[in-house]
């Protein structure tokens, strides 16, 4: 597969920080953005090679114009988007109670961000190259009290399929959407426990997923080999939302 240099968003942690780790094992060359200041120095801190990290609000339009500037005059050109930044705790008060100020800034971040960085980055992709946009299977399964993190992701399988019409054929655009990913061993410190073992059997697959099986469908979408894929949306989620679930147990026929 072709290597390059492409922008990550989201890199200080979980997710992000897992698919950066992985695209640098696989010999790319990544411009890495979060907006945890802290995040950022931790991950300079381990001495990647072939990492450039850059103090970025993604939801903030002068920065993401500045980070294009940046770019361009660093590199010319970049080889694939992989829009991952989020606020990514789902859940919320209840709807009655849902303070205007926490949507609108899970939208700005989670929807807004990557339409930004998309606008301001697509005219430095080379031709054949490739934006992911990270959502999840909350766009189309949802929980009490995670309004505003569902819009958001929904909204954002819908801009991938308008951006892919819009960008294309030069640029393809796909979106994938995880399910439960665990990401503890890459936050220690974090207060998420690690899958247990009953986490692990309800799913279909066997077992929780992990940012390497993100990161390397990631990798085939931004490839040649996925040269007649854009507008899609990958659901990676050891097959959870194909699973019937009933809290009683299974119905009568």
């Known amino acids: ?35 945890d200041k802290d995040g950022l ?36 050109q970049i080889d694939g988007i992989i829009n991952n930044a989020a606020i990514s705790q789902p859940h919320h008060e209840p709807l009655t109670q849902l303070h205007l100020s926490h949507w609108q800034r ?19 992709l080379t031709p054949g190259s490739a934006i992911i946009n990270i959502s999840s299977t909350r766009a189309h399964q949802s929980e009490p009290d995670s ?21 294309g054929p030069g640029i393809r655009v796909n979106a994938i959407s995880p399910g439960w990913i665990d990401v503890s061993r890459l936050q220690p410190d974090a ?28 990798r085939f979408l931004l490839s040649d080999e996925a040269g007649f894929i854009t507008g899609q949306e990958y659901i990676i989620d050891g097959g959870m939302s194909k699973r019937m679930i009933y809290p009683e147990g299974p119905a009568a026929d």
Do not use: C, W
Not at 11 to 29: C, E, I, N, P, S
Not at 110 to 119: A, C, R
């Open 1 to 35: 597969m072709k290597q390059g240099k492409i922008l990550i968003t989201g890199v200080a942690k979980g997710l992000g920080l897992g698919m950066t780790r992985y695209f640098l094992q696989h010999d790319y060359q990544v411009v890495g953005v979060d907006i």
């Open 41 to 76: 120095t931790q991950l300079d801190k381990a001495r990647f090679p072939n990492l450039q990290l850059v103090h970025l609000d993604v939801a903030d339009e002068p920065s993401v114009q500045a980070l294009s500037r940046l770019i361009e005059r660093q590199f010319g």
């Open 106 to 124: 899970v939208l700005a971040v989670n929807l807004t961000g990557p339409m930004l960085i998309s606008k301001h980055m697509a005219p430095l």
């Open 147 to 167: 309004e505003a993190y569902a819009a958001a992701k929904g909204g954002l399988v819908a801009l991938t399929h308008a951006m892919a019409i819009s960008l």
């Open 191 to 218: 207060q998420d426990a690690a899958p247990s073992q009953h986490d692990h059997h309800q799913h279909p697959a066997g077992r929780v997923g992990n940012a390497e099986d993100v990161a390397a469908l990631a």
